[in-house]
């Protein structure tokens, strides 16, 4: 009998169409957004395929009481309900590492775009100026110290692409080994207090935990260095959201990336301010990604389920 299998999410269709094309699989397609359209679908699915979008809280869980598998092609599951899953033997599967080339391009692009100024040199140009007077107190991205929170897959993507620039790297994690440390083209910094107020560019790359959750809020901020630069393309709850758009409009940021927000969408108006680079949670979302994923997550759905 086929394995009922529920994708809940937009996903691959390379990988939509192997699935349905493996008589292993029973598969509905029926992306949807909140809990409760999730809860009144996902009744007699045994695998439930999802994004980060998507609420996979205690509540969805109880509603498929046939469920015993999760299959997400992301990094973090901070949307599943692990303990709830691991209370009825339910695997969660996951792909760490798998986006990182993505998300570590798109937070390079963040570093050139601030330090460049690139939007507000836009702005100019459509408005019709053409200043150029003041391109000359800009710097090349071997003059910035760079500060890697985080040192996982991500992390240690932006540290080697970032040596290519000249860059000087630095990082706090303090999970990770000494010797990792040098194979990760980083050095290691032994406190987050320290990495904020030696460093001119900050870049998070944490999983959302209830020890990373507002990680930096109104102190922190105030340890980094006046007119420096802090990205995030973590979690937005890593980052107390406000806190940083104030310290930007005081002028003690000189810039700020946010890939990721808090809430998301956001629930109200955001600065229309050029040193503000905003992205809609696409970090890790490029063409070549999703088709890396879409084969991965394949290949971990046939391991789990293989022919009899």
Same mark, same amino acid.
Request: hydrophobic content about 45%; overall charge negative; charged content about 25%.
């Given at each position: ?69 999760? +299959?997400? *092609? ?14 009825? *033997? ?56 760079? *500060? ?35 194979? $990760? ?18 870049? %998070? ?44 409009? +005081? ?9 990721? %927000? ?7 108006? %955001? ?19 999703? $088709? ?17």
């Amino acid at each position: 009998m086929p394995t009922a299998m529920l994708i809940a999410a937009d996903v691959d269709p390379a990988f939509i169409a192997r699935v349905k094309g493996d008589a292993r699989f029973d598969v509905r397609h029926e992306p949807v957004r909140s809990e409760d359209e999730l809860v009144a679908i996902v009744g007699d699915a045994q695998v439930l395929v999802t994004r980060a979008y998507n609420r996979v809280t205690r509540r969805v869980i109880e509603a498929a009481p046939q469920l015993e598998l999760i +299959a997400q *092609g992301t990094s973090g599951t901070d949307n599943i309900d692990a303990v709830a899953a691991r209370e009825r *033997g339910i695997t969660i599967v996951s792909l760490p590492g798998e986006n990182a080339n993505a998300v570590a391009e798109l937070v390079i692009g963040f570093m050139l775009m601030m330090t460049r100024t690139i939007p507000l040199y836009t702005r100019d140009v459509v408005s019709g100026r053409w200043l150029r007077d003041d391109c000359a107190t800009r710097h090349e991205m071997r003059h910035y110290r760079l *500060g890697i929170v985080g040192l996982g897959e991500v992390g240690r993507r932006v540290a080697r692409l970032s040596r290519a620039f000249g860059m000087e790297v630095h990082a706090y994690d303090p999970y990770i080994s000494d010797d990792d440390f040098l194979a $990760r083209d980083a050095v290691r910094i032994g406190s987050l207090d320290e990495l904020l107020a030696a460093i001119d560019i900050v870049t %998070l790359h944490v999983p959302l935990t209830e020890e990373t959750r507002r990680m930096i809020g109104p102190l922190q901020l105030e340890r980094m260095r006046p007119g420096s630069f802090l990205i995030n393309a973590a979690r937005g709850e890593v980052l107390d959201q406000q806190a940083a758009l104030d310290a930007l409009a +005081a002028n003690h940021l000189g810039g700020l990336a946010l890939d990721v %927000l808090d809430p998301e969408p956001p629930s109200g108006a %955001l600065p229309d301010d050029p040193r503000l680079v905003l992205t809609p949670h696409i970090a890790g979302c490029t063409f070549e990604c999703k $088709r890396d994923i879409g084969e991965r997550l394949y290949e971990r759905m046939a391991e789990r389920y293989p022919w009899v």
